[in-house]
Each structure stands twice: as C-alpha cells, then as structure tokens.
C-alpha cells in the first residue's frame, strides 16, 4: 500500500493512505496567509465593563433624529447641491417628519450662508423645526455662523474639535489640556455671539462633538464634555447636546455600544443631556453601531438618508427608521412613498440608490427563486384566510408572509414587483403573477404544466420575463379569442336541457376545422354531454381534474373554470373565463382541446 502524495512529494492530507479522499474536518487547513501587509495596523480596544446593561435593552420607542444631508451628506458630494437641489432635500425632510435637520455649514463659503439665510427669510422653517449649523473653534468662523441663525425661530449651532490622539500629535501638535481648552473657549465664544447677535425670538441650543471620539481617550473625551458642561452650564430648560461621533468607524458594533454606556454612566447632569450617536460606515456596520448605541443609552441619531457621507458614508436613516417600523416601533418618520424619497433623494445627491439598498431598492421586495416565490405566494394567500377567519382585513392582523419582512404597500410598494420570473423560478412566481394581476388562481398542476412553457422560454431567450409576457403567453397558450384563433375548435353558443332522469342534454354551435357544425350530446352534466359531442368529431376525451372560482364579486362577474383532460393520450390543462359557469367550463375544454391538437 502507497501513500498518497502531491506533484511536489508531499503527502496529500485531502487523501487517506489508500486513496481515497477523507472529509476535511478543520477548514483553516484550506486557508493560507493573504500575503497583505496585516501588521501596519492595530486592534480596537476594549472596553471594560464586567455589568453592561445594554445587551438586554430593547428599543421600543424612536429616537430623536438630525438628518445631516444638507452638510454631511452634502460636502461628500463630487458636485455640491445647487441652492434649487438644496431646498428640493430640505423639503422632503420637512415632510417625512424630521424635527432636527442640520442645514449647512456657513462660515465655510458663501454658498452655505445663503441657502441658510434663505430658508429663514422664506418662512420655509416649521415652527417645531430646529436647523443647526456646524462650527469649527475659531472666533471669525463662529460669528459667522451665529450670524446666519439671525431670525430663525429655533436654532442649534454645532461646535466640534479633534480630540483623538493622532490629531493631538500629527495635527495640532498640542497637549490633552491645550485640546480641551479649545473646546472651552470656542463654546464660551458660542454662548457671547449668540447673546450679541440673536434676538429673543430665537430659541438657541448648543451641541459640542469631540471629534474622532472613537480614537479618544474615553477619560480624556469624558474630560472635555465635562469642560464643555462646565460652561455652558446645561439645567432643567437649557439642553446641551453632547455628540459622539464614529468619523471614523474602528471597531465592532458591541464595542461602540459599550463606549457609549461608560459614557453615559460616566456622565454628570447626565439628566441635561442629549447624548447623541453619529456613526460612519467604515467597516460596514453603521446601522447596528448606531442601534447598539441606542440601547446602551444614547438619545439621538444623526445621519443621512440612504447613507449618503463621506468615504464610505454616514448611517442610513432610512434603513434605520425602518428597521424600527419592522419591529412594531413607529419611527416617527412617514416613509410610507419610498419611492418618491428615493427618487428625490437621486435628484439631490446626483447619485443612485443600489437596487438592493434595504427597503428602497428597485429588487429588494423581488424574488426570482422558485422557492422564494412560492413560499409567498402562500404567503400572501395564508394572509387572506387568516384576516377573513378573523372577520378583519389583511391590514388589521399581523404581517407574516415569508421573506417578506414588512409589507410593499406600507411604503407605497405595489405587489406587482413582489415577484418576478427568470431561469431560476418557479411555479410559485408565476402563480402570483397571474393571481394577482389577473384573479387567476391556477390548480397546482396547472401551476407545474405553464411553468415548464415559461421556463422553456427563459432558457431560450435569457433574462427575466417580465408578468406583461407571462400573461401573453398564457393568453396564446390557454385563451385562443378572436384575435388569436387558433385550434380545432371555436365555440359559439351553447344550449343545455336536462331530462326528468337528471341526464343533460347540450347542444353546441361551433367552428370546427373552419366549417361551421352543430355538436350534440348528453350526459350526467354539461362537461360529460361535451365530451360525448366530441367523440362524433373523432376526440376521446376524458376528465381528470375539474375546479372554478369568481374572479371578482358582483352580479357582472366572471368565473374561471379549469379542466384538465386526458385528451387521445396526453394529459393537458384548459382553462374558460365567462360570466356564465356553463360556458366557461365548455371553454375549458375547448381550451385543452385545442392544445391538443397544437
């Protein structure tokens, strides 16, 4: 017996010593070193609490929200917004609810001074709207930005300085002490322009970020926040916002969350305060950073629409509000025509929405896989007859369709893109494409005969098929009319007597093979008399499987009868749609009929 060995003359692990391959049971075996240079870079560090709260926290109500669009989103543009896209944002955040929304930076250009102003002297500002305005620490930079808020009926201007090692030492060159200091003075110089320039009509807030708190000294950023409370002097009526922002994102979500707790404890006149979360996304994990941040004690999350920010972005608030109305939790924000934020958004940003954003994208209520589909579809119709066992609508029970984790129509979703049909569908997909756009419920065999034709046209064409071709093709392959006549047989009227003894008798005007001809024949029912008419003809069909519904409710409405027959030796599915039941049922036939003879 020989052992197994690769080209080089090592032993071959995969392989047992009479080679046969052996399973591989450790799956770093199969892992090698990357060759990238690992070592440039550090790990986060933890941090140290044996008692943390907040993993068994929920959140059951919605926290405070500023949408920073208008500056963040806005400086991480290739081309900044025009004052016209500007005012386009403003307005949609205005109408889905945001109560904060920070609308530029105004010392930083004249641009942004503007747009400020303008929204003021236009009255474009709620009354329960409160802008905010970002500062850097610098005396002509802050009464720049005081002067912009002149007249604004509520108003927060937002200092920040770096506070993270690597800025005190690369950047500022200075000490723990000469960094808070300037946190210190820019927030007293805050406090005087503000008493200087803004009248009693304003009500004035005041929010201090240590930049790069996620690189801080969690002794040194308690520290300064608790420097900046000093001075301001935060009580019962007068708020001060203490923002803590991931700039950059470096760690996991758990440990952010706990960052959060200690400082939360940490904290003095914690009861003052509004700590708030601005995660961005570095390592791809804003949205749980910010949710764990909330659960370990933080009040408000800033962030912007679909993640728009700098580098790899700030937080979505959209996945985030949503993420809460998934759970039960109004968000307090009306996503309800997604669409029109998304489209809004696009025009603003100058940038698409990934079709496979969360709860946005053009694909993210779609499904192609058979499986998926067909667990909706039964979704959707286990929906129906709970909510109707109930006496209620499907809109008063609890949402439960599979992979579905909210219901298209709350954001203003039709079902139409619910479920579309590729290579890789199935009779689920297709099902509920003809049930809901056109009241068809198809028997299960006859689900499993049409998708085998549309499947067959996938694999020849390629692509999706969108429900506009499903429903042709159905029509061509099941409802020949008038514009498409193709088949043995027209049916034209039909006539239907029944003797004292129960046997039916039916009469049947009709086209066959293009002569007009009179069938006739009796039966315990129409379908049996049809299929006796049609022996005369030369068919032998028989009735294997028989059922009809109404397509909609109503003195007027339609029924759709479907029958599948053994029709000279092949199995095949027919379907009738009529007013009357009678006809379409004989339609049905006349429907397998014809595609016997296809």
């Given at each position: ?198 009248g009693p009509e304003t009500v004035f807030g005041y ?136 489209r809004t958004s696009e025009y603003c940003n100058q ?248």
């Amino acid at each position: 017996m020989t052992t197994p060995v690769n080209s080089a003359g090592a032993v071959n692990p995969a392989e047992s010593a009479v080679g046969r391959p052996t399973p591989v049971t450790n799956a770093t075996q199969l892992q090698k070193p990357s060759g990238m240079p690992a070592h440039k870079y550090r790990g986060y560090e933890a941090v140290d609490i044996a008692d943390r709260t907040w993993p068994d926290n929920r959140i059951t109500v919605a926290p405070r929200w500023l949408s920073t669009d208008l500056r963040d989103g806005n400086q991480a543009l290739i081309d900044p917004m025009s004052p016209a896209r500007k005012r386009e944002m403003f307005d949609l955040l205005v109408r889905m609810g945001y109560k904060e929304i920070e609308v530029g930076f105004p010392s930083s250009g004249e641009t942004d001074f503007a747009f400020v102003r303008s929204i003021i002297e236009e009255g474009a500002i709620p009354e329960d709207v409160t802008i905010s305005v970002l500062t850097q620490a610098r005396e002509e930079l802050i009464e720049r930005t005081v002067e912009s808020l002149v007249g604004a009926r509520r108003a927060t201007v937002h200092l920040y300085n770096a506070t993270a090692p690597t800025f005190r030492r690369v950047v500022f060159r200075g000490s723990r002490e000469q960094v808070k200091q300037i946190a210190v003075d820019g927030t007293r110089l805050v406090m005087e322009y503000a008493e200087k320039i803004l009248g009693p009509e304003t009500v004035f807030g005041y929010q201090y970020s240590p930049e790069i708190f996620t690189d801080t000294e969690l002794d040194f950023a308690l520290e300064v926040c608790e420097a900046v409370c000093d001075v301001w002097q935060p009580e019962e009526g007068r708020e001060i916002i203490l923002n803590l922002p991931a700039t950059v994102e470096r760690s996991t979500p758990s440990t952010h969350a706990d960052r959060f707790e200690w400082m939360s404890r940490n904290l003095t006149r914690r009861e003052h305060i509004c700590l708030s979360v601005h995660p961005h996304n570095d390592r791809g994990t804003a949205v749980a950073a910010a949710e764990l941040a909330i659960m370990a004690g933080a009040d408000r999350i800033e962030g912007c629409l679909f993640g728009q920010g700098e580098r790899t972005g700030n937080v979505d608030l959209v996945t985030l509000g949503m993420n809460l109305f998934s759970q039960g939790v109004d968000p307090q924000i009306d996503f309800s025509q997604i669409d029109e934020i998304r489209r809004t958004s696009e025009y603003c940003n100058q940038m698409e929405i990934h079709p496979r954003h969360p709860y946005a994208g053009d694909l993210v209520y779609t499904a192609f896989s058979g499986s998926h589909q067909d667990a909706i579809k039964k979704g959707f119709d286990a929906m129906e007859k709970d909510a109707a066992a109930q006496g209620r609508t499907v809109d008063e029970i609890e949402w439960a369709v599979p992979y579905l984790p909210i219901d298209p129509k709350d954001v203003g979703r039709s079902y139409e893109a619910v479920i579309r049909v590729n290579s890789q569908s199935g009779k689920g997909g297709i099902a509920y494409v003809l049930k809901n756009d056109h009241k068809l419920d198809l028997p299960r065999r006859m689900q499993i005969e049409f998708s085998r034709i549309i499947q067959a046209k996938t694999d020849a064409e390629g692509g999706e098929v969108t429900p506009t071709q499903i429903w042709s093709t159905f029509q061509d392959e099941y409802l020949p009319n008038a514009e498409n006549a193709w088949g043995r047989i027209q049916l034209r009227s039909g006539q239907t007597t029944t003797d004292t003894d129960g046997t039916d008798t039916l009469t049947v005007e009709a086209t066959v093979d293009g002569a007009d001809t009179v069938l006739t024949g009796s039966g315990n029912g129409p379908i049996s008399a049809f299929f006796e008419a049609l022996q005369a003809i030369g068919i032998d069909a028989r009735l294997l499987d028989y059922t009809e519904h109404t397509m909609s409710e109503g003195a007027s409405a339609q029924a759709a009868s479907y029958i599948e027959c053994a029709i000279d030796g092949k199995v095949l599915w027919g379907i009738g749609i009529d007013a009357n039941t009678t006809r379409a049922s004989l339609k049905a036939v006349v429907s397998a009929v014809n595609r016997a003879s296809r």
